[in-house]
């Protein structure tokens, strides 16, 4: 049986839709039509996860980051060794490490205690999600502090593509992936391939970081997290995620979704700004 976590998030929903025919089993907060059968749990309770694990699983290990998230995590892992499962894969994030800002410190404390549980692991190490392009445009503007760094932004599918396949086929060798899409653009040209696909004029603006911590923090965010986001934008912004693998192509047997594919796919959901 395959466990999914996290089924009710982008890469957890299409990671059950790719799923179908297999039997598969999604563990879920809150009741959820996903085409499978779910139980209830949550990573707060990990015993409630615990109990769905049997010898011979393969786990899909995924949620969205909280206080709660190493120690949970960590419990999880425990009680999959214990229950005896075959595999664990996890999405963490490029360059994750203890130490690091942002969601790679704490992914980090988990892919290292993963990688010395015992437990065959794969490890998914994506960049951005295009997904989250969809709320980052505002008034046809795209604000942020990356500078001239370039990344190489995936589609959530493709993440679930891989994690399909990984889970699907014989337990392989234990290792990382790195997760890319098929170019990494700089905002500047992002902007212009959003504006060629959209039909309208869509503008990258670089702050710098205080000024972009200012703007996160008019739309909602906590003023010590904005800082830390507008921190984390600069450092990408030195190259370090313009680098692109063959890691999708290599393991599914197709490239990833393009920029434009995944544009032309959601066209209709970006904002247009207030109407």
């Given at each position: 049986?395959?466990?999914?976590?996290g089924?009710?998030?982008s890469?957890?929903?299409?990671?059950?839709?790719?799923?179908r025919?297999?039997?598969?089993?999604?563990?879920v907060?809150?009741p959820?039509?996903l085409?499978?059968?779910?139980v209830?749990?949550?990573?707060?309770?990990?015993?409630?996860?615990?109990?769905?694990?049997?010898?011979?699983?393969?786990l899909?290990?995924?949620?969205?980051?909280?206080?709660?998230?190493?120690?949970?995590?960590?419990?999880?892992?425990d009680?999959?060794?214990?229950?005896?499962?075959?595999q664990?894969?996890?999405?963490?994030v490029?360059?994750?490490?203890?130490?690091?800002?942002?969601?790679?410190g704490?992914?980090?404390e988990?892919?290292?205690?993963l990688?010395?549980?015992?437990?065959?692991?794969?490890?998914?190490?994506?960049?951005?999600?295009?997904?989250?392009?969809l709320?980052?445009?505002?008034?046809?503007?795209?604000?942020?502090?990356?500078?001239?760094?370039?990344?190489?932004?995936?589609?959530?599918?493709?993440?679930?593509?891989?994690?399909?396949?990984?889970?699907?086929r014989?337990?392989?060798?234990?290792?990382?992936?790195?997760?890319?899409g098929?170019?990494?653009?700089?905002?500047?040209?992002l902007?212009?391939?959003?504006s060629a696909?959209?039909?309208?004029?869509i503008?990258?603006?670089d702050?710098?970081?205080?000024?972009?911590?200012?703007?996160?923090?008019?739309?909602g965010?906590?003023?010590?997290?904005?800082?830390?986001?507008?921190?984390?934008?600069?450092?990408?912004?030195?190259?370090?995620?313009?680098s692109?693998?063959?890691?999708?192509?290599d393991?599914?047997?197709?490239?990833p979704?393009s920029?434009?594919?995944?544009?032309?796919?959601?066209?209709?959901?970006?904002?247009?700004g207030?109407?």
């Open positions: 049986m395959i466990v999914i976590t089924a009710t998030g890469i957890g929903r299409a990671l059950v839709r790719r799923l025919g297999e039997e598969v089993t999604a563990v907060r809150t959820a039509d085409g499978c059968r779910y209830l749990g949550d990573f707060e309770r990990p015993e409630t996860i615990g109990k769905v694990l049997s010898p011979g699983d393969r899909f290990l995924n949620s969205s980051l909280w206080p709660g998230f190493v120690t949970a995590h960590r419990a999880v892992i009680l999959a060794r214990e229950a005896g499962v075959a664990i894969v996890t999405v963490s490029r360059d994750a490490a203890p130490g690091q800002p942002l969601g790679g704490p992914h980090g988990v892919d290292e205690y990688r010395a549980s015992g437990i065959p692991w794969s490890i998914l190490q994506p960049v951005g999600f295009m997904q989250n392009l709320g980052g445009i505002r008034d046809d503007l795209i604000h942020g502090s990356y500078g001239p760094g370039g990344v190489g932004y995936i589609d959530t599918r493709d993440i679930a593509d891989v994690a399909a396949a990984l889970l699907t014989p337990v392989g060798e234990s290792r990382n992936h790195i997760l890319t098929t170019a990494a653009p700089t905002h500047d040209e902007a212009a391939e959003a696909a959209l039909g309208r004029t503008r990258y603006v702050l710098p970081i205080p000024e972009m911590a200012a703007h996160l923090e008019r739309h965010m906590s003023a010590d997290f904005a800082g830390e986001l507008a921190r984390g934008m600069a450092r990408v912004g030195d190259g370090r995620w313009s692109t693998t063959s890691e999708v192509q393991i599914t047997g197709h490239p979704r920029l434009a594919d995944f544009l032309a796919d959601h066209a209709a959901e970006f904002e247009r207030p109407k």
